[in-house]
């Protein structure tokens, strides 16, 4: 569902969505908060395509996205986190000039083949500059608004998930450096080589001019 303040809202399936967007591959960094990282090949298209067939309102300044909520299919939606809870479902926001940039894509793939569970099926947010968890997984509602929306990982840690979380080697979480990251490749999660981070994880040159 695409929806909010739009001249033209609208509900879309998923076959629907794969034929009215031709899909194209994007190699991708991937640069977690937990500092790993690894490049993905995704198969997407980009967002602002999507968006413009609703013809946003010029009031709309933010894009709020909300996941699949169903426990049934996903059981880990029926417990609470240790230590705090997280209120499903799942919703993540981007200011409306960062849902449109050409790098932001809704990704139905990744490796040439359909989007595995895990991954984040049936379609997916990759936003490569922002660390991972700001590219919100199994998406089923866009609504653009007014106000900054709420994100679930800012609202249960506010001093350690911003709303905008760029990737940014000189800001470190409370609890770890960013100022490098494990980079997963056949060395698996706990390689030890280490990388400097780069600010907007490399792709300062397409979105630094977004912040200034």
Not at 186 to 198: A, C, D, K, V
Request: hydrophobic share 40%; aromatic share 12%; glycine share 8%.
């Amino acid at each position: 569902k695409v929806d909010g303040l739009v001249k033209k809202p609208f509900v879309i399936d998923h076959d629907a969505l794969l034929s009215r967007f031709p899909l194209e591959e994007r190699i991708y960094r991937l640069r977690c908060v937990e500092a790993w990282s690894m490049v993905v090949p995704w198969v997407g298209f980009e967002l602002a395509a999507l968006i413009k067939q609703a013809d946003p309102l010029m009031s709309a300044k933010y894009v709020a996205f909300e996941t699949l909520y169903d426990p049934e299919q996903m059981p880990g939606q029926k417990s609470k986190r240790i230590g705090g809870g997280i209120d499903y479902p799942y919703v993540e926001g981007l200011r409306i000039d960062e849902a449109m940039h050409p790098l932001t894509l809704l990704s139905v793939g990744l490796y040439g083949k359909t989007l595995p569970p895990q991954n984040g099926a049936p379609i997916r947010l990759v936003v490569p500059w922002k660390y991972g968890f700001k590219s919100i997984k199994s998406i089923v509602s866009i609504e653009l608004v007014e106000k900054m929306p709420p994100t679930t990982w800012n609202r249960l840690a506010p001093d350690e998930y911003g709303f905008y979380s760029n990737v940014n080697p000189d800001v470190d979480h409370p609890r770890w450096s960013q100022a490098s990251e494990r980079r997963i490749t056949s060395g698996g999660l706990f390689t030890r080589n280490r990388i400097p981070t780069e600010m907007f994880n490399g792709y300062g040159e397409e979105v630094a001019s977004l912040y200034r």
